[in-house]
């Protein structure tokens, strides 16, 4: 089973790019690649998902490398409203969700 | 359209009550999942179903039963709850895709439970 290692924390500054970096040694070749988004007292909420290379949707990009152990979620100009929880998973699509793991995630901080 | 909903919010228990959570979808999805999120922690899962009248268990079953009777329902219940079990539990389903499209997992708005 592959597990992802994230960043606990981060701050940014309203209007600035985040970038927030996964790392998944361990994926196979079956695995995408996904990022989930958490508010305070909601359920999570699908970002972005991916397989290689790089990923582009109306609220952010996805980077992929060829090898495939990692992977970053790049935010463009956030605001206070981005302040969240941001889960990386990896699995395997095809067998659904028994196989993924959310972790701990990331918790981001946007600061005025 | 109202998603995934879960019943009910909030609820009580004393230890060895026991109780039965609900969810419900209304986008015709096959898979289900039930899981739980302790402070500051990441979401565990308890059990899915990956169609109806299936179920089996996931990373955190014990203490747990669940039943899927009906394509948009996935019960959680509770036998003897306990204070470990004290938890916000999520509900969430999602389309049977293969590979290439992508997967995505809706979650229910989340219920919390206290056991004294």
């Known amino acids: 089973l592959a597990k992802t290692t994230q960043p606990i924390s981060m701050d940014s500054y309203e209007g600035q790019e985040v970038n927030i970096t996964c790392s998944h040694n361990?994926?196979?070749?079956?695995?995408?690649i996904t990022w989930y988004q958490q508010f305070p007292s909601q359920g999570p909420r699908f970002i972005i998902q991916?397989?290689?290379t790089k990923v582009t949707n109306e609220v952010a990009s996805l980077f992929i490398p060829a090898d495939r152990k990692s992977s970053t979620l790049s935010l463009p100009r956030v605001s206070l409203s981005d302040t969240a929880v941001y889960y990386c998973?990896?699995?395997?699509?095809?067998?659904?969700?028994?196989?993924?793991?959310f972790g701990t995630g990331t918790r981001l901080t946007v600061i005025p | 359209n109202a998603g995934v909903t879960q019943t009910p919010k909030f609820r009580v228990l004393k230890t060895g009550q026991s109780m039965t959570l609900l969810c419900a979808q209304d986008?015709?999805?096959?898979?289900m999942y039930w899981y739980r999120q302790d402070p500051g922690m990441g979401l565990r899962l308890i059990h899915y179903?990956?169609?109806?009248?299936?179920?089996a268990k996931g990373e955190v079953p014990d203490g747990y039963n669940v039943s899927r009777l009906k394509k948009q329902n996935f019960l959680l219940g509770l036998e003897s709850a306990a204070p470990s079990q004290t938890s916000v539990y999520f509900c969430?389903?999602?389309?049977?895709f293969g590979t290439g499209r992508v997967y995505e997992q809706y979650f229910g708005p989340g219920t919390r439970l206290t056991v004294t």
């Open positions: 179903s990956v169609g109806e009248g299936t179920t």
């Open positions: 991916g397989y290689k």
């Open positions: 969430a389903s999602s389309s049977d």
């Open positions: 361990n994926i196979a070749t079956n695995d995408y």
């Open positions: 986008m015709n999805h096959e898979y």
């Open positions: 998973l990896v699995g395997d699509m095809e067998t659904g969700a028994n196989n993924l793991f």
